[in-house]
């Protein structure tokens, strides 16, 4: 591998098309325009990537969340491809949205383990390293051959509920398995703490069963790393207002907002909806409750301290 310590002048920030805009503000952030490519399809559809500026020699970053439609995942292989085979020093693709993160396991007989096969698919395209956002579970570090720093949204979104005039705050674990994480916001929060027991019958089918804890007439939050058809959210909330909650506030770092997700958010008692800028949200599945928060200038930051090999945990000290 290349020589490290490289100089500031030689950061280069690539971006493909999943959320350009997101790529944009993070540009701004470091001070850095986006180096020129050209991303276009042949008749048939294949995929056609250049990268349109000098890469010998530079530290590439390459901001590309991988969320379907399946050309994201093949922009950012080419992209990675592309920057090894025009001799870059280093190589970090940064992913704001790690898709097919759930498929981590053989949960049942003759299924793909798909993330672990995203994971080498990046590794064997040329990447050096990987800058990622709240993965769906944190061992999926471990999937990767090559280093990982793992970001979390947290603090984006304990920024925003300080500044609200929460009256007796309890953050509510939507199901057993996020306890930990709702343990950590109700620290910061100095919020009390509640679980939700859930069973799934089904995949996208959510049914609450109980929710441990007190929550009669408090301001409720409920934390998620994604909300996809937003049904686990929504069942969670109507049992919180069935039980007397007085306001309720759902956060996830990433807002799929698949099929029905956006009528379940709008006809639920939700009286916000908090998200971050991970996967662009098209204009059509935006709502009066939606809030979105930018995390540009916390991956902006970690790409700054990675560019200049300080310590990105420091963010988050």
Same mark, same amino acid.
């Given at each position: ?15 493909? &098309?999943? +959320? ?17 490519? &050209? ?83 990046? &590794? ?65 929060? +100095? ?40 049904? &686990? ?43 971050? +800028? ?30 200049? +090999? ?8």
């Amino acid at each position: 591998m290349a020589d490290l310590t490289l100089s500031r002048s030689q950061l280069l920030l690539l971006a493909g &098309t999943a +959320n350009r805009p997101l790529a944009e503000e993070m540009a701004q952030h470091l001070g850095q325009p986006l180096c020129a490519v &050209t991303i276009r399809r042949f008749a048939d559809g294949e995929i056609f990537v250049k990268i349109d500026e000098n890469v010998r020699g530079r530290d590439v970053f390459i901001i590309q969340p991988t969320n379907p439609p399946a050309e994201n995942w093949i922009e950012l292989l080419f992209l990675i491809d592309a920057a090894r085979r025009a001799s870059a020093a280093r190589t970090t693709a940064v992913l704001p949205y790690f898709g097919y993160a759930r498929q981590d396991r053989k949960d049942q007989p003759r299924v793909a383990i798909s993330a672990k096969l995203m994971a080498n698919l990046i &590794t064997h395209a040329g990447a050096d390293r990987v800058l990622g956002m709240d993965f769906h579970s944190h061992q999926l570090q471990g999937f990767f051959d090559i280093p990982v720093d793992h970001l979390y949204a947290a603090p984006v979104f304990v920024g925003h509920f300080r500044q609200k005039q929460l009256f007796d705050p309890v953050v509510v674990a939507p199901d057993v398995g996020s306890a930990k994480t709702a343990r950590g916001f109700a620290k910061r929060l +100095n919020a009390s703490l509640a679980i939700i027991d859930k069973r799934r019958p089904s995949a996208n089918v959510a049914e609450v069963v109980n929710v441990v804890g007190d929550v009669e007439n408090k301001d409720c939050l409920i934390p998620d790393d994604m909300i996809d058809t937003a049904g &686990t959210v929504t069942e969670a909330a109507a049992a919180l207002r069935r039980l007397g909650a007085r306001k309720i506030y759902a956060f996830a770092t990433h807002a799929l907002l698949s099929g029905p997700a956006v009528e379940r958010l709008r006809a639920s008692p939700i009286d916000e909806v908090a998200v971050t +800028n991970t996967i662009r949200i098209p204009q059509e599945r935006g709502f009066e409750k939606l809030k979105v928060l930018s995390i540009a200038g916390l991956m902006a930051k970690a790409i700054g301290y990675e560019h200049s +090999n300080q310590s990105v945990s420091s963010l988050f000290d």
